[in-house]
């Protein structure tokens, strides 16, 4: 009897082994369901979540939207789809039904397997944390017509991928994915503009010519300059907005089979998704462009909550706490925080920060990337 129990016991450890936590497949915080609920205590209609980058340079991240109310007791997150560009390299082995994904809020953060099936990519259409850091930015005040209107226009963009269609009111060519053009950022700015009516929205069409490739990236839509609009639209509109950042858990083991250069997902940069600037130059802890600095002191002055993975018993907790400013005075003082930091780090003098960026903890004093 014994020696099954120790055939048992080593049974487990090596299926731990395999699927470990932080892992495709593996174990998922125990509590996720108590925290999730506490969290949604709070009434918020919709919730921006805006990923951060994974590569050590020109990390834009990911920009998706959770929409409160189309799936019972969770939001349901839309997503672009990397894979759905109909290149031949994802034509096997890659989720491509849709060109904008439909995600349990709590799958694309914390679980480990997906309503979307087997070729759905782990830490990026589901498990985000287990890969990278996610700002949430939640929005009360957005009427039921708005919501419904926002997902009506994502099932068009999908109906529009399905059928092949060509040259829409938000896009030239083919609808597919485009990392350049039909991206993350523009595919939620369009469902805005055109489904929800922010005529105002600004949104960028790059095209690539011949070899202007360079060009098209410098008008590229990206996730944190099409954060800062919608905020700017949201506050015109008497919308109410706080922050919860989802930290990364920072121990996952997990190498994704799709990678070119295999690197565990703990030793890959968690970057805070940069504007188009020389930041792109510059490593995480090192960001002195004003728009950066500007998107990273407003998002701290709107934190109200920060989320974690402890690594000690796989749980998830609240991790700070803190009542964030109003919209006004959290742009007001971020504003001139970053223009005045902005300064002085081109000074290249020491000086002490007088923003705080998001990322050091809701409840502490501590700004990444600190005085220089």
């Known amino acids: 009897m014994k020696t099954a129990f120790v055939l048992i016991a080593l049974f487990l450890a090596i299926q731990a082994g395999a699927t470990g936590f932080g892992s495709k497949e593996g174990p998922e915080p125990a509590n996720l369901d108590e925290i999730s609920q506490q969290l949604r205590a709070d009434q918020h209609d919709l919730e921006l979540l ?11 991240g990911h920009l998706a939207l959770a929409i409160r109310d189309v799936i019972p007791d969770d939001d349901l997150v839309y997503s672009a789809n990397y894979y759905a560009d109909r290149s031949k390299k994802h034509a096997q082995g890659f989720y491509t039904d849709a060109l904008v994904m439909r995600i349990p809020k709590k799958e694309y953060l914390f679980k480990t397997t997906s309503s979307l099936g087997e070729t759905a990519s782990f830490g990026l259409d589901f498990g985000e944390v287990y890969k990278r850091s996610v700002i949430g930015v939640r929005v009360s005040g957005v009427s039921a017509t708005e919501r419904a209107a926002l997902a009506d226009y994502f099932a068009r963009i999908n109906d529009d991928y399905l059928q092949r269609r060509r040259n829409t009111e938000y896009h030239d060519g083919e609808i597919r994915y485009g990392y350049l053009d039909l991206n993350c950022a523009k595919t939620i700015a369009s469902a805005f503009k055109f489904g ?29 300059e099409m954060a800062m609009a919608l905020m700017k639209e949201w506050a015109t509109r008497g919308y109410t907005m706080d922050v919860v950042l989802y930290r990364k858990y920072a121990a996952s083991d997990y190498i994704d089979p799709h990678d070119d250069k295999p690197v565990a997902f703990r030793d890959l940069p968690d970057r805070f998704p940069s504007v188009l600037s020389r930041d792109f130059r510059r490593e995480k802890g090192e960001y002195k462009d004003a728009d950066n600095l500007y998107a990273m002191y407003l998002f701290y002055n709107l934190a109200r909550y920060s989320v974690q993975i402890n690594p000690e018993n796989g749980l998830l907790e609240i991790a700070g706490t803190r009542q964030p400013a109003s919209f006004a005075e959290a742009d007001r003082s971020a504003r001139q925080n970053a223009r005045s930091d902005s300064r002085n780090y081109r000074s290249h003098r020491p000086f002490a920060p007088q923003g705080v960026r998001i990322g050091g903890g809701v409840n502490s004093p501590e700004a990444t990337g600190a005085t220089r």
């Open 50 to 60: 805006i990923s951060y980058g994974t590569s050590k340079g020109g990390s834009a």
């Open 196 to 224: 929800a009516g922010y005529a105002s929205l600004p949104i960028d069409s790059p095209r690539i010519l011949g070899r202007s490739t360079l060009v098209a990236a410098v008008n590229a839509n990206t996730p944190t």
